[in-house]
T-cell receptor
Framework: GAVVSQHPSRVICKSGTSVKIECRSL??????MFWYRQFPKQSLMLMAT?????????EQGVEKDKFLINHASLTLSTLTVTSAHPEDSSFYIC???????????FGPGTRLLVL | GQQLNQSPQSMFIQEGEDVSMNCTSS?????WLWYKQDPGEGPVLLIA?????ELTSNGRLTAQFGITRKDSFLNISASIPSDVGIYFC????????????FGQGTTLQVKP
C-alpha cells in the first residue's frame, strides 16, 4: 500500500501555544489530502479537505482560523493547531488520495496532548 | 446525511474462531472499503470493493460488496492474536468529493 508519513508522532504542548503537524505522501503526488481527528473509542471525524495550491475546505463546525491547513506542494500538507487548549487534545490523522481514486491511504497519526 | 451502520460494536473471541462483521446503509455506495486500526496507529486499508456483488480475499480476510450496494461484510477466518484492533468500513458519499464516510467501528479482541 501507499506510504503516508506524519510528524511528529506525539507532541505535548502548553495551553496557548501553536503546534504544527506535517503529513507527507511518500509514494505519489497527492493533489488532495484529508485531515481527521479521532477521540478515544470513536470513529474518525473528518476535519477538512486539503487542496494543493488552494484553500482548504472545512467541515461544518471546524474552525478554520484555529486549524490552519497549508498544502504547498503535491507531497506535503500541514495542520497547525493555533492557541491550543486542553480540549484540542486528540489523535490527528491525515490521508492522501492517489489520482482520482476514492481509496484513501492514512498516515500513522499524531497524538496531541495540550496541558 | 448518509451514514454507515457497523455491527457488532465489539467482539471477544477465541483464537482460531472465524469472525464476521458487517456494514449497512440506507443509501447506495459505489465503493466499499475496509480498514483496520491498531492502537495508536492510523487505519490501514485491508480490502477495497468497487463492484456490486464483488467478493475479494486478502489472506484470511474476505469481503463482499452487497448486490443492493447498501451493505458489505468482512470475514476473518482462523483468527489470531494479531487480528486484535478496530475494523472500520468506509465509503464515499454521493457527490464525488473524494471524502469518505466511516462506520462506527468493530473492536475485535482475540483470546489466545
Amino acid at each position: 500500500g501507499a506510504v503516508v508519513s506524519q510528524h511528529p508522532s506525539r507532541v505535548i504542548c502548553k495551553s496557548g501555544t501553536s503546534v504544527k503537524i506535517e503529513c507527507r505522501s511518500l509514494d505519489f503526488q497527492a493533489t488532495t489530502m484529508f485531515w481527521y481527528r479521532q477521540f478515544p473509542k470513536q470513529s474518525l471525524m473528518l476535519m477538512a479537505t486539503s487542496n494543493e495550491g488552494s484553500k482548504a475546505t472545512y467541515e461544518q463546525g471546524v474552525e478554520k482560523d484555529k486549524f490552519l491547513i497549508n498544502h504547498a506542494s503535491l507531497t506535503l500538507s500541514t495542520l497547525t493547531v493555533t492557541s491550543a487548549h486542553p480540549e484540542d487534545s486528540s489523535f490527528y490523522i491525515c490521508s492522501s488520495v492517489r489520482g482520482t481514486q476514492e481509496t484513501q491511504y492514512f498516515g500513522p497519526g499524531t497524538r496531541l496532548l495540550v496541558l | 446525511g448518509q451514514q454507515l451502520n457497523q455491527s457488532p460494536q465489539s467482539m471477544f473471541i477465541q483464537e482460531g474462531e472465524d469472525v464476521s462483521m458487517n456494514c449497512t446503509s440506507s443509501s447506495i455506495f459505489n465503493t466499499w472499503l475496509w480498514y483496520k486500526q491498531d492502537p495508536g496507529e492510523g487505519p490501514v486499508l485491508l480490502i477495497a470493493l468497487y463492484k456490486a456483488g464483488e467478493l475479494t480475499s486478502n489472506g484470511r480476510l474476505t469481503a463482499q460488496f452487497g448486490i443492493t450496494r447498501k451493505d458489505s461484510f468482512l470475514n476473518i477466518s482462523a483468527s489470531i492474536p494479531s487480528d486484535v484492533g478496530i475494523y472500520f468500513c468506509a465509503g464515499p458519499p454521493s457527490g464525488n468529493t473524494g471524502k469518505l464516510i466511516f462506520g462506527q467501528g468493530t473492536t475485535l479482541q482475540v483470546k489466545p
